[in-house]
């Protein structure tokens, strides 16, 4: 059963892997999350699939496929997370990496660089508004955005988070 699991585990991943990385490479998008999400959506159903014939074919137990899914998707989520969405989008990674480029430098010329930079030159805080719109979270009526429906509740959805793991200034 455990061969089974890492076998399965190890084809899930390098197919996974492959994929995402000829589908990044050559047809990018520039919402990476989802994209990685509507891959792996792809992947249930090609998954269900498999399994569904397979079942077909053999009477075996089928949790360590299932199993070997989940914590396939559960791995890649964690370091699609955690290194190329937040190193997209996160000031902190800005931060530290003008702070090595500089050599030194004030916290008020990192505040000015960021400001200019990061959100002006790079466009961060215009994506993540027409990420926001993609979305449905706002809206723009006339020049003017707007919360929508969808939006407050994943604000909800966040403050429950955030009251759960007393996360400050949201």
Known sequence: MFKKFISFFLVNEFIFLVFYFIKRNIFPNKYVFLEFLNIYIVFFFLFLIIIFFYKLKNKLNLFPLFAAFLISFLINYSVLMTFIVNGD???SMY???YIQKSNGTTIQETKQKMFSEFFEDRNQ????VD???FLKNIENINGKIYITTKGKNVIKIFEIVNWFTNIENF
Request: proline share 8%; hydrophobic share 30%; no cysteine.
């Open 89 to 91: 989008r996160s000031p």
């Open 95 to 97: 931060i530290l990496t």
């Open 131 to 133: 990420e926001q719109l």
């Open 125 to 128: 805080f215009k994506k993540r």
